[in-house]
């Protein structure tokens, strides 16, 4: 019997809404589906205040306070001073004092974090009471003059979505259900591109994405995915509690607050759930994560490690399905105690489709590995069709007990199971047959005695087996990339769980000498190591999909090349998802900003991506489809573009690419030559400048250059024209003639085929384009520059607008090579424009406090005339950064890039699932992207920049 639901009806008290969010909330996963409904605001506020707040400058008492803040985590209130009197915050932070006696209250915070000495100082830091204080929801309501313009469109796209009701999953883009933030996401599970599990910084487990490409957002939290702390003295338990303050009851919640009583008689009835949210602290520095709990009532401490294997150029360890718990736990009692830690888990993902989907097994096991005893038990299940083996593990130390419950019902009462760890701080015998194997649920329990005033740790493991999957069409099983190190059969779960436990040092020590450079580098704040560390958790939690080559794909696939059949067979094929809610596979013209991810850690992945893209290049697909926003029918994928993504997970995708259907992207004018830009940084920095890889993408370079020579320089004058459409990233900001985001590219991509055509032997190629680049510069200046930035277009609607991004172009060939860069500009020009950038785009949107708006007006107002030009993009936000830094405005590059972090992790709950855009207020769009990735951009200026010093 699936779980029952119930509709809560939740809305703000802030004058600003006009909606009331409905939430759906199953009975054990606490599924919950959101909508938003015109209403009259309520009394009940889903959303409390914040704790925590940002600086004023202008309060010393304030700035003492954040001080002490900081310092509690290891930081001084000089260096705090330090920080704020060299610009790397704004000026005029809001600051809210309402928590200031609770922050006072952590200065002890770092004493028991031993584990990692290099971490003291750094991270994303919150509280379990920790709650948003900027209120957003999904942007869907534009203002009433795009209403009227975009009608014709959205009653097309309703006709779409009205079509796919019924699988509203296999749509690339959900439009009138977009995903809602939860604010309490934490650091997520697992390496990369192997399915991820998704953790609540309170405790929980949630947001399962073990389906390739999906994110299974929707699911809050886990009630029987937990670890339960249980204490005795002298043989009485004296404690024993969920360690989780996901269910702890909010009283502004008075609904949801009844709700979960009501639920308190059904699923885990048994299990106390109410670990107090302020007893709870926690500290995320991805892929690792420290979770401290207060045990006022025993005098104890215990802090939970957590740690997946996500370490650079490390292409074995990152790929695996595995992740390491590591308590710590001190008895600052006077008296001994027995203390037990269970793990418990059941299987599925969280999703109610998934619950019962077939029969379950389970099976123990107890290996002795290099004098190492490990003991604990599988749980075999099947997700979406596809075999998938939990593995719950211990290390067996000294002094230590380990118990095994192989079954329990995970939607019971859980009595049993419960009772047995508090009566006999262990968890061997179960009587629990009150259920069939559709459903089950299976436990590891630690169990040791800790003398008064010592401490001692317990080491879990989980492993998620799932070698083989499908996209959503089922039409070909493929490999996980780990498959090809311990193979795809059943017991290659025994072999993951012994590596994890014999590695997990190396791999702690690894990612620390990874990551210290950068958490010791005195030229970064300290907000900014969270933030460039804590954005890579999109490598784990983007939908990513890592696999292995097989032959067969010849077939289906018969445009793969032999050189990018090598590059797969030797590093995989790597995807992963734009956004949670936009699910196409490595959209290209986002990737081109994100792309600095991984060729900082994973250049390989990246040539796989680039060589992948080189041969769709010359790739066609005649069948005609309908594009909704120009609502005409054209090719799927026209011969010699570059196209916009390789396809929808939900679906079949790399066999069937191209499935963003909003615009036919054959005509949009940056993705040919961003590929080409992500192709000549792969030729000349992450390959040495290899001649194989040359002579591999020079003839696709070529070709593409040809198709802006003859089909979009409409006027023969060298420079390439918008037609009035949105035909680029921004593809609801039309853009008309000569403009400076594509025009920039333009110039960029011509500068460096000048250089692979030289490379090559091409003489006849480089004098062409060199003589297209000098007429092209010519018409970018002349048309473009107005003496103080470049011109957004030529329209007369917009013309005028101060562009964010205008030289996109520049600043990633400028990433490449600042001599390149500069022979296309004048720099004075380029230092003139983003200097104006930043006094408009930033310092007049929010006060400086928010990043930068894509689009400002001279006079300081925000081009309201197009979607998108109001909009902050985060990850544009970040390129402007490291562009600054390129012109020598470090300190400038960080303001901007504060406002952006700020709003996202301390301000509006958005951590961990950075958005697409945020607007001024009020709202955001597209949860969980892509873009922001680039925010390794300012990194790899700032190497450069030390490299040079």
Same mark, same amino acid.
């Given at each position: 019997m699936a779980p029952s639901k119930n509709n809560l009806i939740l809305s703000s008290n802030d004058t600003s809404f006009n909606n009331t969010t409905t939430i759906s909330l199953d009975e054990e996963?606490?599924? /919950?589906?959101?909508? !938003?409904?015109?209403?009259?605001? %309520?009394?009940?506020?889903?959303?409390?205040?914040?704790? #925590?707040?940002?600086?004023?400058?202008?309060?010393? &008492?304030?700035?003492?306070?954040?001080?002490? &803040?900081?310092?509690?985590?290891?930081?001084?209130?000089?260096?705090?001073?330090?920080?704020?009197?060299?610009?790397? /915050?704004?000026?005029?932070f809001i600051h809210d004092n309402s928590n200031e006696k609770e922050i006072i209250k952590n200065k002890d915070f770092n004493n028991i974090l031993k584990l990692d000495s290099s971490i003291n100082t750094y991270g994303w830091i919150a509280k379990g009471s920790k709650k948003p204080i900027d209120h957003r929801l999904p942007f869907q309501r534009p203002p009433l003059i795009h209403c009227v313009k975009q009608l014709p469109f959205a009653l097309r796209y309703l006709g779409y979505w009205l079509k796919n009701y019924k699988n509203r999953e296999n749509l690339f883009i959900n439009g009138f259900e977009p995903y809602f933030h939860h604010p309490y996401y934490g650091v997520p599970l697992g390496g990369i591109g192997t399915g991820s599990i998704g953790r609540d910084f309170r405790g929980g487990f949630c947001k399962f994405s073990l389906r390739p490409g999906i994110v299974e957002q929707q699911v809050k939290f886990i009630k029987a995915n937990q670890f339960i702390l249980s204490i005795k003295k002298d043989g009485t338990t004296i404690y024993q509690k969920v360690l989780s303050a996901v269910f702890t009851m909010d009283k502004k919640n008075k609904k949801l607050n009844n709700i979960l009583k009501k639920k308190k008689k059904d699923t885990l009835s048994a299990w106390e759930f109410n670990f107090p949210e302020d007893d709870l602290e926690y500290r995320g520095l991805y892929p690792r994560s420290w979770t401290k709990y207060h045990i006022k009532e025993c005098n104890v401490i215990v802090v939970c490690k957590q740690m997946s294997p996500v370490i650079p150029h490390d292409y074995k360890n990152s790929s695996l399905p595995t992740s390491i718990f590591e308590f710590e736990v001190e008895n600052n009692s006077d008296d001994d105690l027995d203390i037990s830690i269970l793990f418990t888990w059941r299987n599925g993902t969280g999703n109610v489709k998934w619950n019962k989907e077939g029969n379950c097994e389970t099976e123990t096991f107890n290996f002795n590995e290099n004098n190492n005893i490990i003991k604990g038990v599988t749980l075999k299940n099947t997700i979406f069709g596809m075999n998938c083996i939990y593995g719950l593990s211990g290390i067996e130390k000294k002094n230590q007990n380990i118990s095994i419950c192989e079954k329990f019902n995970p939607s019971g009462n859980g009595y049993n199971i419960w009772n047995e760890l508090k009566s006999n701080g262990k968890v061997e015998k179960i009587a629990d047959n009150s259920f069939d194997n559709k459903e089950i649920g299976v436990g590891v329990c630690i169990s040791q005695n800790i003398k008064a005033h010592e401490k001692d740790s317990y080491t879990f493991n989980l492993v998620w087996h799932m070698p083989l999957i499908y996209f959503g069409k089922k039409n070909r099983l493929m490999k996980r990339r780990y498959t090809? /190190?311990? %193979?795809? #059969? +059943?017991?290659?779960? +025994?072999? =993951? !769980?012994?590596?994890?436990? =014999?590695?997990?040092?190396?791999?702690?020590?690894?990612?620390?000498?990874?990551q210290d450079p950068i958490l010791k580098n005195n030229d970064y704040p300290d907000w900014f190591k969270s933030a460039l560390i804590n954005e890579l958790y999109y490598l784990t939690d983007g939908g990513s999909i890592w696999i292995e080559y097989d032959d067969e794909w010849e077939k289906s696939e018969p445009s793969i090349s032999e050189y990018t059949k090598n590059v797969f067979k030797e590093y995989g094929r790597f995807g992963y998802m734009e956004s949670w809610d936009y699910r196409m596979i490595n959209t290209y013209d986002v990737h081109f900003y994100a792309s600095f991810a991984l060729a900082t850690h994973f250049p390989k992945i990246e040539h796989s991506i680039v060589s992948d893209f080189t041969d769709q290049v010359d790739r066609s697909e005649s069948k005609l489809t309908k594009y909704y926003m120009e609502n005409v029918k054209a090719p799927v994928k026209t011969p010699q573009r570059l196209p916009h993504d390789l396809g929808n997970p939900a679906m079949e995708p790399y066999i069937n690419s191209n499935c963003y259907v909003m615009h036919d992207t054959a005509h949009w004018k940056d993705l040919n030559l961003k590929f080409i830009l992500t192709a000549y940084r792969n030729y000349f920095t992450l390959r040495n400048s290899d001649i194989e890889f040359?002579?591999?993408? /020079?003839? $696709?370079?070529?070709?593409?250059?040809?198709?802006?020579?003859?089909?979009?320089?409409?006027?023969?004058?060298?420079?390439?024209?918008?037609?009035?459409?949105?035909d680029q990233t921004y593809d609801a900001w039309k853009m008309v003639g000569c403009s400076s985001y594509c025009g920039s590219l333009w110039l960029s991509a011509l500068r460096v085929s000048i250089e692979m055509a030289r490379d090559i032997g091409d003489v006849e190629g480089e004098q062409k384009y060199s003589s297209i680049l000098e007429k092209a510069k010519n018409v970018f200046n002349t048309k473009l520059w107005n003496g103080k930035y470049y011109n957004f277009d030529e329209s007369r609607l917009s013309s005028t607008t101060i562009?964010? #991004?205008?030289?996109?172009?520049?600043?990633?060939?400028?990433? !490449? *090579? $600042?001599?390149?860069?500069?022979?296309?500009?004048?720099?004075?020009?380029?230092? *003139?424009?983003? !200097?104006?950038?930043?006094?408009?785009?930033?310092?007049?949107?929010?006060?400086?406090?928010?990043?930068?708006?894509?689009?400002?007006?001279? &006079?300081?107002?925000?081009?309201? #005339?197009?979607?998108?030009?109001?909009?902050?993009?985060?990850?544009?936000?970040?390129?402007?950064a490291s562009s600054l830094i390129q012109i020598g405005e470090v300190d400038k590059s960080f303001e901007i890039a504060y406002g952006c972090y700020n709003t996202c992790y301390n301000n509006a709950g958005l951590q961990y699932q950075t958005p697409e855009a945020l607007y001024s207020k009020n709202f955001y769009r597209a949860i969980g992207y892509m873009r922001p990735l680039s925010i390794w951009a300012m990194n790899w200026e700032m190497t450069k920049k030390e490299k040079v010093n």
């Open positions: 996963s606490m599924c /919950y589906d959101n909508k !938003i409904t015109n209403t009259t605001k %309520g009394e009940d506020n889903l959303l409390p205040k914040h704790i #925590d707040g940002p600086i004023n400058k202008s309060n010393v &008492n304030t700035l003492n306070i954040i001080a002490e &803040n900081e310092s509690c985590l290891g930081n001084s209130t000089k260096n705090m001073t330090e920080y704020s009197m060299t610009n790397h /915050y704004p000026n005029n090809r /190190y311990f %193979g795809c #059969d +059943d017991k290659a779960i +025994d072999n =993951l !769980i012994k590596y994890s436990f =014999l590695n997990y040092s190396n791999w702690s020590k690894a990612i620390e000498e990874w040359l002579k591999f993408v /020079y003839p $696709k370079v070529k070709s593409l250059i040809e198709v802006g020579i003859t089909e979009w320089d409409t006027n023969n004058d060298g420079m390439i024209e918008n037609f009035g459409v949105a562009m964010a #991004d205008q030289l996109a172009g520049y600043w990633f060939l400028h990433s !490449i *090579s $600042k001599d390149l860069a500069q022979t296309i500009l004048p720099f004075d020009r380029v230092y *003139s424009s983003l !200097i104006t950038v930043y006094e408009y785009n930033c310092k007049k949107f929010n006060n400086g406090n928010m990043g930068v708006v894509n689009g400002m007006k001279p &006079n300081g107002k925000v081009d309201t #005339d197009h979607i998108q030009a109001d909009e902050m993009w985060t990850g544009i936000t970040y390129a402007v």
